[in-house]
């Protein structure tokens, strides 16, 4: 196989083992409104859920990056694919609420890592050509996989109408799925490798943490606007838009879920055509702050407008699908190629401290203000807190803009 070939192949199985492990981190939201009446659940213990993915990755996800430097992505893909199996079976199983949130806990050390192991490996696979279109359709891997579980209470409504517990199970088998396809992607990197097919090879060299001082401005600008996006799209779209939208707009949970599914239906296409444009024009730092803009503009139309949330969904979709594919791709113009595995972890470790506060804060506002069905208003300051740390993303976008004003950045 040549190493065109065998890049191609990479991407696609590393993203069918995306697949799995977004299908399972969303597995949550449409379930949210069900677990609260069927078990109980606060809206605290529904975000604690998420939050709990992200904790462990305060830490680890970073020592996740320096393994990925030194035994390379492969394995550490498959390594990280059986931690997060083994994680949605135990949520599956799922009472008490702490043994469902120790699954959350479990799957979130496999998780992240893998995400950081999938991203180093298109960086080493497709450095110097078309790399950000090759991320792009990575990260529309993982968006099917929102996707489809966003529209499971659709195809499975079986599932879900026999309880709370076998839509789980459903996530844990799609989870094995991926384990599959991670283990086929260990072995083709380990057999290029030795055929001599791998241009791009890893450092091995030691990372000592003291270097993380001098990375770039750049770096800490685009950092920044990672942690501060992501800390909105994921707490408010997989862990309480379903739920907001059946309780504000009074939709059933299939309208809910498939208003829902809309951004991430969006990215799936999108996200290409904009990581094929960012490759073809450059201008990382104007399509980062178009992209932040956006995700202020949808929470305006959320909290203080009459609009359909229909009209939020587009916004935000668009900003998911043109963030990511600038954002990641741009650390490679930032970092050496033997660094880029604590640089994405360092930056997904501090990624994960904002999405755990963003899960907690949400939740605490929601119940302190007595959100739901009866009072939609309780709604209001959840909203009003995603919006602000949206128009906190679109500065640090900016201050990007600028740090390279002469450059295509």
Request: net charge neutral; glycine share 10%.
């Amino acid at each position: 196989m040549t190493r065109g070939g065998a890049a191609w192949a990479v991407l696609a199985l590393t993203g069918l083992a995306l697949f799995g492990n977004y299908y399972v981190y969303d597995s949550i939201g449409p379930l949210a409104e069900q677990l609260t009446r069927e078990l109980g659940y606060s809206d605290t213990q529904i975000g604690t859920l998420n939050a709990i993915y992200s904790l462990p990755n305060i830490v680890l996800v970073f020592v996740g990056g320096i393994l990925v430097d030194r035994y390379g992505p492969g394995l550490v893909t498959f390594w990280t694919a059986l931690i997060c199996l083994a994680g949605a079976l135990l949520t599956a199983i799922g009472t008490p609420f702490a043994l469902m949130a120790a699954g959350r806990l479990l799957f979130g050390i496999g998780a992240e890592t893998m995400i950081v192991a999938t991203i180093v490996a298109l960086g080493i696979w497709f450095a110097g050509r078309q790399l950000a279109f090759a991320m792009a359709l990575s990260i529309s891997f993982a968006r099917v996989g929102s996707y489809a579980v966003d529209v499971s209470p659709l195809w499975a409504s079986g599932a879900y109408s026999s309880g709370w517990q076998a839509p789980l199970w459903v996530a844990a088998g799609v989870m094995l799925a991926g384990v599959i396809a991670a283990f086929a992607y260990w072995r083709l990197e380990a057999t290029a490798a030795a055929r001599g097919v791998q241009v791009l090879g890893l450092s091995r060299e030691r990372i000592e943490l003291s270097k993380i001082a001098h990375f770039s401005r750049g770096y800490w600008y685009v950092l920044a606007l990672c942690v501060l996006f992501y800390s909105v799209i994921f707490p408010f779209r997989s862990t309480f838009s379903i739920m907001y939208f059946q309780h504000t707009g009074g939709m059933t949970l299939e309208a809910a879920s498939l208003l829902n599914s809309h951004v991430f239906l969006a990215a799936v296409f999108a996200t290409p055509l904009f990581g094929w444009v960012n490759d073809r024009f450059g201008r990382h730092g104007l399509l980062l702050t178009l992209g932040a803009a956006l995700l202020v503009a949808a929470f305006y139309v959320l909290g203080a407008t009459k609009l359909s949330p229909g009209v939020s969904t587009v916004l935000i979709g668009i900003a998911f699908s043109l963030v990511p594919a600038v954002l990641w791709p741009a650390v490679t113009l930032l970092e050496p190629p033997q660094r880029l595995g604590t640089a994405y972890g360092f930056m997904t470790m501090v990624q994960n401290i904002g999405m755990a506060g963003a899960n907690f804060a949400a939740g605490a506002l929601n119940d302190a203000n007595g959100a739901g069905a009866e009072n939609p208003a309780g709604y209001l300051p959840m909203i009003e807190f995603f919006g602000v740390l949206s128009l906190l993303a679109v500065i640090f976008a900016a201050l990007f803009w600028r740090y390279r004003p002469n450059s295509t950045t």
